[in-house]
């Protein structure tokens, strides 16, 4: 014997092993979860999470969701100085963003760290090695979001010790 529920309510008239019943309520997610009695005393419980949506009338607009970014990043292509261009040839090989960490940018390499063109370096060598792929190379861009990577740019102060040269 099983016993359903859906958000914590059982599911009336549903004691099987398959649940054939229509679930209904507010739009968004819930816990649908079983308890199976063996009659011998022994049970078992599983729970999944579900996500109710209603389809969107033809009439009604996409959902709107409003972010702000007061530093947002700049995409590049993999060169790190391009702008964004996807090539329709590399379309089945995917796209690959490789993003920066924390004090990091994408920037070509200096006298003073020549290694500050990882990124570059990194965006490069998948396009050169996947060349030979089935499908081809990927796309590769390069995200920077390098105002938003200093913490001193929010703090007005910089607390934090800065990472040494990756080479």
Known sequence: MAQWRWRGSTITGQSGLTLAASVAGPIGSGQLDVTVNDGSGKTGNQFTILALDKPRAQTQPPPMISVVD??????FGSDGVSGVSLLASRKKAGLLVIVHGIYAKVQQATPDDPCADWM???AQSIESKMASAPNGPPNVLLYDWQKSADPSNDRGTDQYEKPSSIC
């Open 120 to 122: 570059i370096r990194l």
């Open 70 to 75: 007061h530093n947002p990043g700049t995409l």
